[in-house]
């Protein structure tokens, strides 16, 4: 066979990968914009986000010195907003683990015992599910102050019920599969069956998921700063 000839079935056999889509290409790069802010947020500032200037209190946005105008002790609000996207993500990336882990875990035990213990998740899950989740945190937080392991912590429990749905109704599909009960006639563990045979089958329905729980970690933090915010005044 020739050089020509290889290299004409390589060119055959080359894959020709699909053009991304402009939205998918605008949000991949909002979000790669996003984690740069975070990043250097204190070198992109341009002031300290604790710097006063009494002198310009509660400017207007457009003001030459500060863009975005003022608070109310002449802290440049760009500064506070730029420094803030560090706060916000650490939030949803620690809170968003959380819920997924917890949730998982629970959606596995629920599979695997079936039973009474798969009752009281389903039945954990119900009540998560209709919890005014807002009223509870402000009262958690009004009961133990704010702190940002709190904060955490508290929206860590937030959206977790999705993931155990997720997981414990893929865990009973799986196990009731070939591959799953090939294994376990191997004699593998149910840890080593759940982590490293049925999670990675199901991983990209519990990331579909992750990516809409973010975002709402995000806005729940938000909402709970701000009814914080207007407690304290």
């Known amino acids: 066979m020739t050089d020509a000839t290889l290299k004409d079935t390589a ?17 991949i790069t909002w979000i790669v914009a996003m984690l740069v802010i975070a990043a250097f947020a204190e070198k992109i500032a341009p002031y300290g986000f604790t710097q006063l200037d009494l002198r310009n209190r509660l400017a207007a946005p457009g003001n030459v010195a ?19 996207i560090r706060i916000s993500l650490l939030i949803a990336f620690g809170a968003t683990a959380i819920s997924a882990i917890v949730g998982t875990t629970l ?38 102050g704010n702190s940002l392991p709190l904060l955490i912590g508290l929206m860590g429990l937030f959206g977790w019920e999705r993931y155990a749905r997720i997981a414990r109704g893929l865990a ?36 579909v998921s992750t990516t809409l729980v973010f975002p709402e970690v995000i806005l729940m933090e938000s909402g ?4 914080s915010a207007c407690s304290r005044r």
């Open 172 to 207: 009973i599909s799986a196990n009731a599969q070939g591959y799953a009960a090939a294994v376990r006639q191997l004699g593998a563990t149910p840890s080593r069956i759940y982590l490293r045979h049925i999670l990675p089958n199901i991983a990209s329905t519990l990331i």
């Open 107 to 144: 959606g596995f035990l629920a599979a695997h015992f079936r039973g009474a213990v798969e009752q009281l998740v389903l039945m954990l899950t119900d009540f998560q599910a209709s919890m005014p989740f807002l009223i509870m945190a402000l009262a958690v937080l009004a009961f133990f």
């Open 224 to 227: 709970l700063s701000s009814a």
């Open 66 to 84: 500060h863009w975005l105008g003022t608070d109310e002790l002449g802290r440049d609000v760009l500064s506070r907003l730029l420094v803030s």
């Open 11 to 27: 060119a055959r056999r080359r894959i020709n990968l699909p053009a991304i889509p402009v939205s998918v290409a605008l949000a």
